[in-house]
């Protein structure tokens, strides 16, 4: 996330231009609220009193999302691929979120929608992060080499590869390893 015209830094990585233009949206802060009064306002006038809950929670969770992820979701074309979607800096609207309580029905409405979300943080990592499945925080700096950033896992759901406590080198994971090489060298 950047503000609208905030041109990326030299050593960020979206400045290497990696990410197609026609797939990156900038967006301002603001834009990230979520819509608390105008959800309960309209699902007041839209659901039936035998609507199932589970319906009317998925409903909720919607549209209380901020306006512009509704878009994004509802313009997200189908695809036979995962369609992953990526928020970074998530640091800049952690007051709107402020715990996994909070988190937890924003990424089950985006996920429900058939989206793989991944979300970057810059600074000290906030409680909320823990409604995510997998939580790893990456230490290093890509000007000493990305081979020699740290991963370390705090929350992983599934699979042998990576377990809660491990640490391990980005150069050392094959599959990350060989997309980082591809792009970054």
Not at 19 to 33: C, G, H, I, Q
Not at 134 to 163: C, H, M, P, Q, Y
Request: charged letters at 25%; aromatic letters at 4%; one cysteine or more.
């Amino acid at each position: 996330m950047r503000e609208p015209g905030q041109e990326p830094k030299p050593t960020d990585v979206l400045s290497r231009q990696i990410v197609p233009p026609d797939r990156l949206s900038t967006r301002a802060t603001s834009e990230f609220m979520p819509n608390e009064a105008e959800a309960r306002i309209a699902v007041t006038s839209v659901i039936r009193s035998d609507e199932p809950p589970g319906n009317v929670r998925r409903l909720l969770e919607f549209l209380r999302l901020p306006a512009a992820t509704q878009q994004m979701l509802e313009s997200t074309p189908p695809s036979e691929g995962p369609q992953v979607v990526v928020l970074s800096n998530g640091h800049r609207i952690v007051a709107h979120y402020p715990s996994a309580e909070a988190v937890a029905p924003t990424i089950r409405a985006i996920c429900e929608s058939g989206i793989t979300f991944l979300m970057t943080f810059g600074d000290d990592p906030p409680p909320g992060r823990l409604a995510f499945d997998n939580v790893i925080a990456v230490d290093g700096r890509f000007s000493a080499g990305w081979r020699t950033a740290t991963l370390t896992v705090e929350k992983w759901s599934r699979g042998e590869t990576l377990r809660p406590g491990s640490v391990v080198r980005l150069g050392e994971l094959r599959p990350l390893a060989s997309v980082l090489s591809a792009e970054l060298g």
